[in-house]
């Protein structure tokens, strides 16, 4: 150790000190890297969310509900609510769309004049029943799965119905959309 010089020294604790630095930063990249992996689906993650009585919801309107995120943190304050369009199409048939225009994600508003979904951001337009009117987006709005259960309308929450969303979820929408409400 008496061998060693100062600069010696110094060299040796920088580089101590930069590869702790350099550890610390690479856990979130690792952790990211590794997610599919061990990621899994906990039950809270698909679970059914009430977006308040039937009643709210007057046949033949759209109307905008909130839900609160099932994954959300204490932290997440009012980011954990989510916002959705629920459409009673006849008082048995309902469908529930994200708020997000299928091409980036903008918030969606629906305009009951024209009984038309409008993107700002780009100009896309959507019909009253989600499917592609015009614009950039290529596809309709995203659905997400219901039910009405004792009176209430419920949507399965914590996964976002995207493309990339499970294979189960895209059939219970197409399920759902067949057939009427009990």
Same mark, same amino acid.
């Given at each position: 150790?008496?061998?060693?010089?100062?600069?010696?020294?110094?060299?040796?604790?920088?580089?101590?000190?930069?590869?702790?630095?350099?550890?610390?930063?690479?856990? =979130?990249?690792? #952790?990211?890297?590794?997610? *599919?992996?061990?990621? @899994?689906?906990?039950?809270? +993650?698909?679970?059914?969310? $009430?977006?308040?009585?039937?009643?709210?919801?007057?046949s033949g309107q759209t109307r905008l509900a909130t839900y609160r995120n099932p994954a959300a943190n204490l932290s997440d304050g009012e980011t954990a609510e989510i916002p959705c369009w629920v459409r009673n199409v006849d008082g048995n048939n309902y469908q529930v769309f994200a708020i997000n225009c299928a091409?980036?994600?903008?918030?969606?508003?629906?305009? =009951?004049?024209? #009984?038309?979904?409008?993107? *700002?951001?780009?100009? @896309?337009?959507?019909?009253? +029943?989600?499917?592609?009117? $015009?614009?950039?987006?290529?596809?309709?709005?995203?659905?997400?799965?219901?039910?009405?259960?004792?009176?209430?309308?419920?949507?399965?929450?914590?996964?976002?119905?995207?493309?990339?969303?499970?294979?189960?979820?895209?059939?219970?929408?197409?399920?759902?959309?067949?057939?009427?409400?009990?």
């Open positions: 150790m008496s061998d060693l010089s100062r600069r010696q020294m110094c060299l040796r604790i920088s580089m101590l000190f930069n590869g702790l630095v350099g550890m610390l930063l690479g856990i =979130p990249v690792v #952790r990211y890297l590794f997610s *599919p992996i061990t990621r @899994g689906q906990s039950a809270a +993650d698909n679970r059914w969310v $009430s977006l308040g009585a039937v009643d709210q919801f007057p091409h980036l994600g903008c918030p969606v508003r629906w305009f =009951p004049q024209s #009984r038309l979904f409008m993107c *700002p951001c780009h100009g @896309g337009a959507y019909y009253e +029943d989600g499917s592609r009117a $015009s614009g950039p987006p290529e596809r309709g709005l995203f659905q997400y799965p219901f039910k009405v259960l004792e009176g209430k309308l419920q949507i399965q929450a914590g996964e976002l119905p995207t493309p990339g969303a499970s294979a189960a979820n895209r059939d219970l929408i197409n399920i759902r959309s067949q057939r009427p409400c009990a």
